[in-house]
C-alpha cells in the first residue's frame, strides 16, 4: 500500500497555470503507474492524465491534451501535473492515484491508492 498526499492546488483566474505535486510514502513510486483524476461538484470522477512507472508512456483526457503535462521523479518519488492555460471547466477536486500497470489507465475503479484531493478553482 502506498500513502499519497497533494499539494500545489489554489485560485488562479483564466489562462494562468498551476502545478500540483503529489507525495509518495510506503512504498517505492516507480513501481506503480501513476495519475490524476478531478472530481467537479455534481460530477463523476474523471481521468485527467497518466504516466508509467518509468515516465516513458503518458497520456491524457481530451479535454486537457496540449494543457497539462504529467511527470514524476522516481527518485524523489513524487508525480507533477503541471496545468497551463487554464480554464473555468478546469476547476475540481484533484485526486491523485496509483495502481500496478499502466493499462486500462483511465479506468478509475482499478486504482487502489488514492490522496485526500487539492482543490483548483479557476476564475473567469
Known amino acids: 500500500h502506498v500513502q499519497l498526499v497533494e499539494s500545489g492546488g489554489g485560485v488562479v483566474q483564466a489562462g494562468g497555470s498551476l502545478r500540483l505535486s503529489c507525495a509518495a510514502s510506503g512504498r517505492t513510486l516507480n513501481r506503480y503507474a501513476m495519475a490524476w483524476f478531478r472530481q467537479a461538484p455534481v460530477k463523476e470522477r474523471e481521468f485527467v492524465a497518466a504516466i508509467s512507472g518509468s515516465g516513458e508512456d503518458s497520456d491524457y483526457a481530451e479535454p486537457v491534451k496540449g494543457r497539462f503535462t504529467i511527470s514524476r521523479d522516481n527518485a524523489k518519488n513524487t508525480v507533477s501535473l503541471q496545468m497551463n492555460s487554464l480554464k473555468p471547466e478546469d476547476t475540481a477536486i484533484y485526486y491523485c492515484?496509483?495502481?500496478?500497470?499502466?493499462?486500462?489507465?483511465?479506468?478509475?475503479?482499478?486504482?487502489?491508492?488514492w490522496g485526500q484531493g487539492t482543490q483548483v478553482t479557476v476564475s473567469s
Open positions: 492515484a496509483a495502481k500496478w500497470i499502466f493499462i486500462d489507465r483511465a479506468e478509475r475503479a482499478l486504482y487502489t491508492n
